[in-house]
Each structure stands twice: as structure tokens, then as C-alpha cells.
Nanobody, 121 residues
Framework: QVQLVESGGGLVQPGGSLRLSCAAS????????MAWYRQTPGKQRELVAL???????NYTDSVKGRFTISRDNTKNTAYLQMNRLKPEDTAVYYC???????????????WGQGTQVTVSS
């Protein structure tokens, strides 16, 4: 069974920084793309940043130049470094990963439980 566990959320003042982590554990044969999404009440979940297994990255326009996604394949972990945070970054942040649990099984999409990020003075 595959699990994604996020950590690192919290309350930060505008202009501050946070680093989110997402650790995948359990039965894992391979991990393809890993991504961070965020969601606020009444809105659809939006893609914030994505990183492929080869290290290529993509960001939504509102976070370009402020957020950096990275991954450590030896630890099955993805990170989201968030700098110069703004109140509009306040949301629940979710980790998502495309994981093949065992050889021969199809790739599946897995989600973490979410971590709250609040940017407020």
C-alpha cells in the first residue's frame, strides 16, 4: 500500500518562507511525476508545480520565481520551497505522485492528506 505524507505547513507572515515535504512510502516500484496542488474553500484544486522523474519542472504563473519544486529520488520525497509568500498563497497544499506499486502493475495517481499553509500578518 502506497502512502504520501506531507509536512512543513504552518502560519507565516507575508514575505516569509516555508518548505513543504512529501514522502512516499510503502510498496513502490517506480515514481514518475510528482506535483503539488493547492485548494481554497469553494475553489477547484489547482496545480502549483510539477517535477518529472528526469527533473523537468513546470509552475503555475502566479508562483514562478517564488516557488521551487525539487525531489530526492533516493528518498522518494518531493519538496516545495516557497519564498516571498503572499496572503493569496493561503491554501491547503496537496502532494500528488504517479506511482507504479509493483512491476507489471499500472501507474496510479496517489494523494497526500494535505497540509495547511496560512500567510497572514
Amino acid at each position: 500500500q502506497v502512502q504520501l505524507v506531507e509536512s512543513g505547513g504552518g502560519l507565516v507572515q507575508p514575505g516569509g518562507s516555508l518548505r513543504l515535504s512529501c514522502a512516499a512510502s510503502g510498496s513502490i516500484f517506480s515514481i514518475n511525476a510528482m506535483a503539488w496542488y493547492r485548494q481554497t474553500p469553494g475553489k477547484q484544486r489547482e496545480l502549483v508545480a510539477l517535477i518529472t522523474s528526469g527533473g523537468n519542472t513546470n509552475y503555475t504563473d502566479s508562483v514562478k520565481g517564488r516557488f521551487t519544486i525539487s525531489r530526492d529520488n533516493t528518498k522518494n520525497t518531493a519538496y516545495l520551497q516557497m519564498n516571498r509568500l503572499k496572503p493569496e498563497d493561503t491554501a491547503v497544499y496537496y502532494c500528488n505522485a504517479a506511482i507504479q506499486p509493483r512491476f507489471g502493475l499500472p501507474m496510479g495517481a496517489y494523494w497526500g492528506q494535505g497540509t495547511q499553509v496560512t500567510v497572514s500578518s
